[in-house]
């Protein structure tokens, strides 16, 4: 079985509070895009082992292991028998880019087995495995637009559709872990709601009210993050980003873009804005 676990974007992040288990409350829209991973997973003889074949962007330092994929595995193999699987893990979502790609892929795999073995979760059930991993798997479950909150796993669908648009994501290269990027951060509380903002304004309003926290902070820090998200303004987008905890950032465009040439050497992926 193969399947294409693909990324999300942040639109809109407040970081609002500091919690007492010391993770954040948060705001935000999540919204999928189409820059995907591969996942391809063969059972084989036996019962209980899997054998992780990684490609593409390399993973550094990280074992087996430490793969969210594997991490699943094991967890759902406490509750049920699994057969050995032999999976192959195609990277070309950006580590450390804000872009979900490993919880993707793990939120992914967790429906490919449930598809495969016969499991009959329900989603409440894949969400139970999933939330343990990460806060942003428990969105790509459903993979449809939302408003999270909480650390992010406590979501709620909103009718907030982009499909007229297209989006141009840039990578500058530059990991930053979730960690750092919030040790910069002053949590904030907000008297308004980003869901209401995003539904009441036109996106070409968005850019005054619609907010990622880290991106001031990170702006300071790694100049070359800024200078992205003006080249894409420039090239016209109507509303320009950096994503997550950075450091990718996307551009929403009325008209399909290619901007591959106005960023030599770094990652890049455009294309529709289109719900499955």
Not at 61 to 67: A, E, L, Y
Request: glycine share 8%; proline share 5%.
């Amino acid at each position: 079985m193969i399947c294409f676990p693909n990324a999300k974007i942040n639109i809109g992040l407040r970081i609002l509070e500091k919690r007492a288990d010391g993770y954040h409350n948060i705001e935000s829209i999540f919204y999928p895009v189409g820059w995907s991973d591969v996942l391809e997973a063969i059972p084989q003889e036996g019962f209980g082992k899997i054998e992780l074949h990684l490609s593409g962007i390399p993973v550094p330092g990280r074992r087996d292991d430490d793969n969210l994929c594997v991490k699943l595995y094991k967890a759902v193999l406490k509750d049920h028998q699994l057969p050995s699987l032999k999976v192959w893990l195609h990277k070309t979502i950006p580590i450390g880019a804000g872009l979900g790609g490993g919880s993707s892929d793990a939120a992914h795999f967790m429906k490919m087995l449930n598809e495969m073995c016969g499991l009959k979760l329900t989603n409440e059930k894949m969400i139970n495995y999933v939330a343990a991993l990460g806060s942003d798997c428990v969105f790509f479950i459903n993979n449809k637009p939302v408003i999270a909150t909480s650390r992010g796993e406590v979501t709620e669908p909103i009718n907030l559709n982009l499909d007229n648009y297209f989006i141009a994501i840039v990578y500058p290269e530059l990991q930053i872990s979730t960690p750092y990027a919030y040790s910069l951060i002053t949590p904030k509380a907000c008297n308004d709601s980003l869901k209401e903002i995003i539904l009441a304004k036109d996106m070409r309003e968005w850019k005054d009210c619609v907010c990622n926290d880290f991106e001031s902070p990170l702006f300071e820090k790694n100049p070359l993050i800024a200078e992205v998200r003006e080249q894409l303004y420039k090239e016209g987008a109507v509303y320009a980003a950096m994503t997550g905890s950075g450091s990718a950032v996307f551009g929403i465009f009325k008209n399909k873009v290619d901007v591959t040439s106005k960023f030599p050497g770094y990652k890049s992926w455009s294309g529709k804005l289109k719900l499955s």
